[in-house]
Nanobody, 125 residues
């Protein structure tokens, strides 16, 4: 499956933005999908993940309460709605997909064999 992330750009602190991740090559509905992010000079960290049915969603502590992840399997697309943006949200955001991800592994990068190219979000104050 190929993943295409888009929607990054410049945003002001306190503002909002929505990222999209579109899949092609295989039906998306059988895959869990996650967003990871990598700030400049930092390791890549977990942001949010959604199971293949859309019923189970996990958030990293740094985004909980501000970001909302959703999916539209009919469109083979997942979304990350980001509100109350902070300068520390500045990062490259990657979407990743995995076909057999159990709930306890949703936060693990190792669970996702398919990765998009990343989209850069820069939040300025």
């Amino acid at each position: 499956v190929q993943l295409q992330a888009c929607g990054g750009g410049l945003a002001q602190a306190g503002g909002c933005l929505r990222l999209s991740c579109a899949a092609s090559g295989r039906a998306f509905r059988g895959y869990a999908v996650a967003w990871f992010r990598q700030a400049p000079g930092m390791d890549r960290n977990f942001g949010a993940a959604i199971d293949r049915n859309g019923n189970g969603i996990r958030y990293g502590d740094s985004v909980k309460g501000r970001f909302t992840m959703s999916r539209n399997n009919a469109r083979d697309t997942v979304y990350l709605q980001m509100n109350s943006l902070r300068p520390e949200d500045t990062a490259v955001y990657y979407c990743a997909a995995g076909p057999s991800v159990i709930s306890s592994n949703l936060v693990s990068q190792l669970a996702y064999p398919y990765w998009g190219q990343g989209t850069l979000l820069t939040v300025f104050s």
